[in-house]
């Protein structure tokens, strides 16, 4: 095969490309060390004072990712299935295999929409209160007919009314008394603090041949909850709060490793929030609520990330100690022949 294919073929492949960067670095940084220690003190030694070195090196290295679960890690958190529950009565989990879930009574929620029309935030009711023509924008107005600005107003007010707990968490978490999403232990994550849990729960229900979801256009998320796990810090935390949170967060996960739950609601959404017209913004996912609520439950796996790092710190550094005392125990058999030739010598 001719030279130029062979290297054309190495700098294709990503596999073989990446395989080679590692041998030259190797070759050239450890191998020059190698033989330059060599040339200067005989091939043995230089070899053991390079591999000395070297897995010395590796420990400092593989402590710093042991620490901070970097680099050459294991399995990252994750968000594990548990089971998936489908009820009529807006997330009803009375009948979930799972006990946990069944303390989560989310069918006595009340409505987003419902907190927003009680309360005076201005900024809730200006994203998600009633609608009228003269709370809209006066720039989407201009070039519309009475009955535009109707169908407007009407549609505004139908993704008004659709509002989601999460959704209105995340913008005015004052308005969600600390009451009102913990049943039985439940909390409420805004639609910001649950962005991993939808996507985990998204890839569940498109795997799944349960519902014939192909993608996550196809539902829209309502509610995320959760309960166990770390204690969060608290508002406005100070030193010393971070301090606490961190030192009880390491003997909790360490002592009595709490487990974390969570759970995903989603519902179908309607028909015509999946037809795109050419030219024109992809609609809002409006939720079909004549369909079922479809609830993820899942569980939290914590991973292994600083078990890999742990494992080649740990056998770094039992090489790296049995080299240092294999050059110890030379230079003493060393300095034992010379004191034996000074006192021949003598």
Known sequence: MP?????????????????????????????SVRLLLSTNSGPRLGTLLALAGLFG???????????????????????????????????????????????????????????????DDPVALVDFGPVSRESLPPAELLGRTDAEIQALVDETQALHEA???????????????????????????????????????????????DFGFTDTTQFEVLEAHTVGGKSPLPPNPTRWDRIYTQTRSALTITITITIRYGIVQVQRVTPGSLVTIPGEA?????????????????????????????????GSG????????????????AMRRRAEFRTETA
């Open 318 to 333: 039992l090489i790296f100690a049995a080299l240092v005392y294999m050059l110890h125990e030379r230079d003493k058999e």
């Open 282 to 314: 992809p609609p809002r996912a409006m939720a079909d609520t004549g369909q079922p609520v479809i609830s993820v439950v899942m569980i939290r796996d914590l991973g292994n990330p600083r078990v890999l790092p742990a494992l080649v710190a740990v």
């Open 163 to 209: 509002t989601t707990l999460s959704e209105l968490d995340a913008v005015a978490p004052e308005l969600i008394d600390e009451s009102l999403p913990a049943f039985g232990g439940w909390n409420l994550l805004s639609s910001a603090e649950s962005g991993e849990a939808q996507a985990s729960a998204g890839a569940m229900l498109t795997v799944s041949s």
């Open 57 to 119: 090196w590796m420990t400092i290295l593989a402590t710093v990712w042991w620490i901070y679960g970097i680099g050459y890690k294991g399995f990252s958190p994750s968000w594990r299935p548990v089971e998936i529950v489908a009820s009529a009565d807006r997330g009803d989990l009375t009948l979930a295999a799972h006990d946990r879930a069944n303390t989560l009574h989310s069918e006595e929620l009340p409505r987003a929409y419902d907190l927003v029309v009680a309360s």
């Open 3 to 31: 030279i130029p294919d062979v290297v054309a073929g190495l700098a294709w492949d990503p596999q073989m490309r990446g395989f080679m960067a590692v041998l030259v670095a190797v070759v050239v940084l450890v191998g």
